[in-house]
């Protein structure tokens, strides 16, 4: 999306798809199937929360090499009741402090196992969405893992929109690569080196994390077999409102890093994005085709979104970044 949060200078290859690695066909070598814990933290997600269990259990992996740890981040809707209903087919860890990173950062403290996925509540995976996220990190230099994040819903126009936003190949072929956190694959190892998640943040945490990866060393790709399905926001007001949010928290993201953004300079004005916004106006009143007209709307609903929370955390963070 637009004026997104800078990235490195590090561009990878996508990783092959796991259906054709070494291993996946008769004759070859044997896939590589490392126990993993897949962590999933969830808050009030008793609409979408069954879904997302369903998908896990069903997944193309050895089920002795796989645990499946929900993190319950303080719900108060019918969360509880559904988890108590999957029994022992997965194991439910609490975190009493709100907040994604909070209710990730127990996750990784309770894994049972070395290898660490993350997917989100309102997800749902394809069946080998676990084994092409693992796969690239056979690898001891690759640091995290991103997959392709599809829309459950992509009939529709403003749901198909939101995988624009969630791209992680553009995310991690940035100047500063990031990896969206709802389909991740990680070592325990790194995270701990690390420190977890950042928790003063509450958005771009996967940003600031996947930053802090990069700087250590480790490559991040991705991996376009490890697919998933997600609720994308279906409201034009939803689009702002996750704009919003972005823009909001990136301030803090920016100041947190601002050494390595000064050494690319950087400019915390961008024309660039303003320009953008006029055009994606111009394309939302004057764009012949109505397909057009719908994209360029949730352009500038998500856009002005991030600049109107960029100002707001300007000022929360005492940091100008417009």
């Not at 561009?11 to 896939?31: N, R």
């Not at 394309?283 to 949730?298: D, I, L, M, Y």
Request: charged share 20%; aromatic share 8%; with cysteine.
């Amino acid at each position: 999306m637009n004026d997104r949060c800078p990235t490195s200078d590090q561009v990878l290859e996508p990783v092959p798809d796991a259906s054709s690695a070494p291993g996946a066909g008769a004759g070859g070598a044997m896939p590589f199937l490392p126990a993993v814990t897949v962590v999933v933290p969830v808050y009030n997600g008793a609409l979408t929360l069954g879904a997302c269990l369903d998908s896990l259990l069903s997944l193309d992996y050895p089920p002795e090499k796989l645990e499946i740890l929900v993190v319950d981040n303080a719900s108060i809707d019918g969360t509880a009741q559904i988890l108590k209903d999957y029994g022992p087919a997965l194991r439910v860890t609490h975190e009493p402090k709100r907040g994604r990173p909070a209710a990730c950062n127990r996750g990784i403290r309770e894994a049972a196992w070395e290898i660490i996925a993350m997917t989100d509540a309102d997800c749902v995976l394809d069946p080998r969405w676990l084994l092409s996220l693992v796969a690239p990190l056979q690898a001891e230099d690759v640091g995290l893992v991103g997959g392709k994040i599809l829309s459950i819903h992509p009939d529709r126009p403003i749901e198909l929109f939101g995988e624009q936003i969630h791209d992680n190949a553009a995310a991690i072929a940035q100047r500063f690569p990031s990896v969206i956190g709802m389909s991740w694959a990680c070592r325990r190892s790194i995270l701990n080196e690390l420190h977890g998640f950042d928790e003063q943040f509450l958005r771009v945490q996967d940003s600031d994390l996947s930053f802090r990866i990069a700087e250590a060393g480790y490559r991040l790709v991705y991996a376009p077999g490890a697919i998933l399905y997600h609720h994308n926001e279906e409201t034009l007001w939803g689009l702002y409102q996750e704009g919003y949010k972005h823009g909001h928290w990136s301030v803090l993201w920016c100041r947190k890093h601002a050494a390595a953004l000064r050494q690319v300079r950087r400019r915390r004005f961008s024309i660039a994005s303003y320009q953008s916004l006029g055009r994606s106006v111009l394309t939302a009143c004057c764009a012949r085709q109505q397909s057009e007209r719908v994209q360029a709307r949730c352009s500038l609903c998500f856009n002005v979104g991030k600049k109107l929370g960029k100002l707001t955390g300007s000022a929360r963070f005492r940091y100008l970044e417009l």
